[in-house]
């Protein structure tokens, strides 16, 4: 069997695992194509949710065994997700009530590094999550906020960004894939010239490629790099990787009787244990799909089988992607417009989230075309990515989002619903 056949056939395969494909909570089956909004639930974090509702202690504790047993979870956890993302200790991950939520208290933290005089850095290619926290809070202390601009095909302006660091820049905000747009940004590359020019604080969101590429904070090179469980196959919650080169930097705003140092001091309240465990049943599961990848190499710790689940995932949606712009290519028509790479040699640089217009339809009436036509779900919106609507002088736009759960058989499904919105719909044809 060639590769792609094995790597289509496990995929086919792990379609059982997510049971909202075989199902419907309005009545009716329906496509979901909207994954960036949110991703499917695997049935391993259902089952830990349902199983830590009904026996997990609340608190945490070091004297009795269920006190004990909290303690090691949260511990666990944190250990998953730092193997998850390359951290190197458990330290370095917090969790929060959601992505948005982590990145306002790491911009209210940083309350001594934003100062008159000095300047930020965002990108018109991010998630509002990633720009209102600087906006309001590094901006309240003094601090100029720079925007970094995009390119005529929407990529980052790269000459942009690196003309608007100097040596007062004390935080650059990025994101590791556009929400929007899906296009990947070059971090790697794209940090080290960051560092070489200046002393900032990198923050990364990665929300929008946790779900479809390995991510490794150390080969990354950020400071600071956020994502949420609900965009990777698991529930609400947001989760912060800390350098902890960098943490005595940070001074989280906390109670006082909360314990005062990493990863303690972030975490306001008590952790959400159900959601919690859900995150870890989303990452067994990936984990799994890494030991079918790596079959018995024993050399394989665990960051590499997330690493190797995670490049399987990558690949596939590839292909998906290749697939989606080879139908859009074929269906050649005036009044349809993708925005973000469209170029199939570049797929390695995109996620498989298509920002898609119709001309003479509003997003929201295309949006329920979709429905009406063939059941399918896609957004409508800015999707908080208002920066690059707002670029292109639109209010709103749509977005069609897969993940490596859908399969050609979606993309069909969608197209044959495209075409009769297209060529046959009687209001607009
Ligand atoms: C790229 C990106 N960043 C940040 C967020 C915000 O994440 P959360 O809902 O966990 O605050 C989203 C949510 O859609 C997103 O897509």
């Given at each position: 069997m060639?590769?792609?056949d094995t790597i289509l056939n496990l995929f086919t395969r792990t379609r059982r695992r997510f049971p909202?494909?075989?199902?419907?909570?309005v009545?009716?089956?329906?496509l979901y194509l909207n994954s960036g909004a949110g991703s499917l639930m695997v049935d391993s974090a259902l089952q830990a949710i349902n199983s830590a509702a009904s026996s997990l202690n609340p608190m945490p504790g070091e004297v009795t065994p269920v006190e004990k047993q909290t303690f090691q979870?949260?511990?666990?956890?944190?250990?998953m997700v730092a193997e998850f993302i390359g951290a190197s200790s458990l330290e370095e991950i917090s969790f929060h009530f959601s992505t948005t939520n982590a990145l306002f208290n790491l911009a209210f933290s940083l309350g001594s590094v934003f100062k008159p005089g000095q300047n930020c850095l965002v990108t018109d290619l991010d998630h509002f999550a990633n720009i209102s926290p600087w906006e309001t809070v590094a901006a309240s202390l003094g601090a100029e906020i720079r925007t970094v601009r995009l390119n005529p095909d929407l990529t980052l302006n790269r000459l942009d960004l690196l003309d608007k660091l100097d040596a007062n820049t004390v935080m650059v905000a990025v994101t590791a894939a556009s929400n929007a747009l899906g296009t990947i940004l070059p971090l790697t590359d794209l940090i080290s010239e960051i560092k070489e020019k200046s002393r900032a604080l990198v923050v990364v969101d990665a929300v929008h490629l946790a779900p479809h590429s390995p991510i490794d904070v150390r080969e990354i090179g950020c400071d600071f790099l956020a994502f949420s469980g609900y965009k990777i196959f698991g529930p609400m919650v947001g989760i912060l990787f800390s350098r902890k080169e960098v943490l005595s930097q940070v001074t989280p705003y906390r109670v006082e009787t909360n314990r005062n140092s990493p990863p303690y001091f972030w975490e306001q309240g008590m952790l959400p244990n159900i959601n919690l465990a859900g995150l870890k049943g989303a990452l067994d599961y990936l984990f799994e799909l890494g030991q079918i990848v790596v079959k018995k190499d024993p050399s394989a710790t665990p960051p590499k089988v997330f690493r190797r689940a995670m490049e399987a995932i990558k690949k596939y949606e590839q292909s998906l992607s290749l697939y989606f712009l080879e139908r859009l290519k074929k269906l050649n028509s005036s009044r349809l417009r993708l925005y973000g790479i469209n170029n199939s040699s570049k797929v390695v640089?995109?996620?498989?989230?298509?920002?898609?217009e119709i001309s003479g339809l509003n997003p929201t009436e295309?949006?329920?075309l979709f429905w009406e036509t063939g059941r399918i779900v896609i957004a409508d919106g800015n999707h908080y990515s208002a920066a690059v609507v707002r670029h292109l002088k639109k209010q709103?736009?749509?977005r069609v989002s897969l993940a490596h759960y859908d399969s050609p058989e979606s993309i069909d499904l969608f197209f044959e619903s495209l075409e009769k919105i297209i060529f046959f719909n009687r209001h607009y044809s």
């Open positions: 060639s590769e792609p909202a494909l075989n199902g419907s909570s009545g009716e089956k329906y979870f949260h511990n666990q956890v944190r250990k640089s995109r996620t498989p989230t298509f920002a898609i295309l949006k329920k709103a736009l749509n």
